[in-house]
C-alpha cells in the first residue's frame, strides 16, 4: 500500500485559513476526505496526478483548492473562509494500484471504495 502522510491542521477562527499536505510514498492519485463528529466520512476534494482534473464537494467549492506537487509527491488543499461547518477531521486517500479516471469523475473520486490507502487524519478546528 502507498503510505500517506497529512500535516497542517489546526484550531483557527471562522473566516482563517489552511494549508493541509499529503505527503504520499508513491505516485498516486490523492483524495481528501473529512468526517465530523457523529457524521460518516464525506469527500472534500480530489485531484487527478495526469491531467490535472479537480472535483470538489458543493459545500466547499469556491474556497478550497487542490494542488499537487508531483516531484515532492505532495498534494495539497488549500482552504479558504473556513467556517465551523469545516471542522472536521480530515484525511487524505489514495488507491495503491494507481488506478484513475479521466473526463467526469466526481463518482469515482468520492467513492470510499476508490481508495485502499489512508493517512491518520489531522483535526481541522474552526471556532465562530
Known amino acids: 500500500q502507498v503510505q500517506l502522510a497529512e500535516s497542517g491542521g489546526g484550531l483557527v477562527q471562522a473566516g482563517s485559513s489552511l494549508r493541509l499536505s499529503c505527503a504520499a510514498s508513491?505516485?498516486?492519485?490523492v483524495g481528501w476526505f473529512r468526517q465530523a463528529p457523529g457524521k460518516e466520512r464525506a469527500f472534500v476534494a480530489a485531484?487527478?496526478?495526469?491531467?490535472?482534473?479537480?472535483e470538489y464537494a458543493d459545500s466547499v467549492k469556491g474556497r478550497f483548492t487542490i494542488s499537487r506537487d508531483n516531484p515532492r509527491n505532495t498534494v495539497y488543499l488549500q482552504m479558504n473562509n473556513l467556517k465551523p461547518e469545516d471542522t472536521a477531521i480530515y484525511y487524505c486517500?489514495?488507491?495503491?494500484?494507481?488506478?484513475?479516471?479521466?473526463?467526469?469523475?466526481?463518482?469515482?473520486?468520492?467513492?470510499?471504495?476508490?481508495?485502499?490507502?489512508w493517512g491518520q487524519g489531522t483535526q481541522v478546528t474552526v471556532s465562530s
Open positions: 486517500a489514495a488507491d495503491s494500484q494507481g488506478g484513475t479516471c479521466s473526463g467526469s469523475c466526481m463518482h469515482y473520486y468520492a467513492s470510499l471504495k476508490t481508495y485502499d490507502s
Open positions: 508513491g505516485v498516486v492519485d
Open positions: 485531484m487527478n496526478r495526469v491531467d490535472g482534473n479537480t
